[in-house]
């Protein structure tokens, strides 16, 4: 039982400092425009899209 309140403490722990890395992420990017957009994980060329010789078009 001990096992399995640890497991469940430290999967939670990993899946809120995800969270609060992410939120960190954008608001530094707010903060510095000239650095560009930041980029989300699973977003973009290659990932979620038909990529087809340097262009991207979204899949319907």
């Known amino acids: 039982m001990f096992n399995l309140l640890i497991t469940i403490t430290i999967i939670f722990s990993v899946l809120m400092a995800w969270v609060l890395i992410q939120q960190a992420a954008r608001k530094f990017a707010a903060n510095h425009p000239e650095l ?6 699973g977003l973009g060329c290659g990932k979620t899209c038909g ?6 078009s979204q899949e319907d």
């Open 36 to 41: 560009g957009p930041v980029k989300e994980e």
């Open 51 to 56: 990529c087809k010789k340097g262009s991207c």
